[in-house]
């Protein structure tokens, strides 16, 4: 079907997470329909309701049945749909939780097919099956499909053995399917495009996630916000803040902080909320450690000063993860300026881009004595031109208005 010209400025976008969640993939795509409605565009969004990372519904939502919330002056729709968010997301429940949504999401594509069309159709994986939706919609109502992959979901599954061997050789296969249908394929960093070309011979677009350099800034005044939260001003925080799972391998944490009793100055702060963080704080409480501490998602508000207060952010994975993934928590890091610390293997993307612009320290995952040793010499140590030089490569690169008016024009 031939899109028309009123259809040109329509956009729809199919993903699980979405506004206002603040971690994560979810915000990311939140912030992309919000550009795209505040650049004149119609931007449609099948999502579902905020439970990420809590792994439950967010108040003031229900969750039970399909919302329509209008936004933007009706430039920016949501149509949510109802899905099963289980308190404890193991393997076999994450797949219940991700079909439970994949099934009421079809019922609502459905329903759209008796609304206008759109010309962009954007798909957000993972869940990597919601690109069957994108498929279907397009065979009636036309467009053109970016499949956009922010995690190789399957590839991490299988790394993390989180599901039985005998799924991936029939998980492996859908993708290839998926790939092979859509019109674009884009993802976040150079290593992923290396493996998704390795599944599929199709050009992937570069299409990185972003950072609001405005927002996100450079405070001086260190020591002083350290109080606000309950330090003192010698202390030196260890700062991780995202979503609290089993793949980034938190464990460490716990048993760095029983090591470094005897350096009572240094304070490893978890903050954050998932599955895995109730077990850490028990870890921690059998060992009674006095310097770890455990505190919730920081309010947006406040979010700018609380990443200044730390002088030294961990991005840790584990290391066969590591160039599957591009944590999103990294670009607000290098916004303010911060001194990112992160375990990613010789070899990989991540690896590569950090030490070639020297904008934080990177050392090989899944080494406990190094990243211990690690974190004492980047207490002590001075790095202000790291941090100097983060805060100039967010500016370059990773301006969201860049981005964003990038990908489109790679579209055209």
Known sequence: ??????????????????????????????????????????????TTFPYYPHWKIQKPYGGKFYKKEVLKDGKLTLYRCPLYVPNIPTGFKRLIHEA????SAFFMIIYLLFK?????????????????LAVLYRFFKGGKIIYHVQDLQVDVAKELKML????????FGLERFILKQVNYV?????????????????RVLFFPNWVDTFNYYSLDNRENLKKEWGFASEDKIVLYSGSIGEKQGLDVLIRIADNLKESPHIRIVICGTGPYKEKLMSMSSALSLQNIYFLPLQEDEVFNKFLNMADVHLVLQKGDASDLVMPSKLTTILSVGGLALVTANTGTTLNEVISINKMGIVINGDNESLLEATIKDACLQDYSSYRENAR?????????????????????
Not at 19 to 43: H, K, Q, S
Not at 118 to 130: G, T, V
Not at 392 to 412: G, P
């Open 116 to 132: 206008p069309g759109h010309k962009n159709i954007y798909c957000i994986a993972p869940p990597f099956h919601l690109g069957f």
């Open 186 to 202: 884009s993802t976040i960093s150079d290593g992923m495009i290396q493996k998704i070309k390795e599944k599929v011979n199709q």
């Open 100 to 103: 439970s949504f994949f099934l």
């Open 164 to 171: 039985p061997e005998a799924f991936f050789f029939v998980l």
């Open 1 to 46: 079907m031939k899109i028309t010209n009123s259809e040109d400025k329509r956009i729809l976008v199919i993903g699980i997470n979405c506004l206002p969640e603040l971690t994560g993939i979810g915000r990311y795509t939140g912030e992309m329909v919000n550009w795209f409605a505040d650049n004149g565009y119609v931007c449609n969004v099948v």
């Open 392 to 412: 100039l490569y967010a500016e370059k690169f990773l301006n969201k208005d860049n981005i964003l008016n990038k990908i489109l024009s790679d579209l055209e």
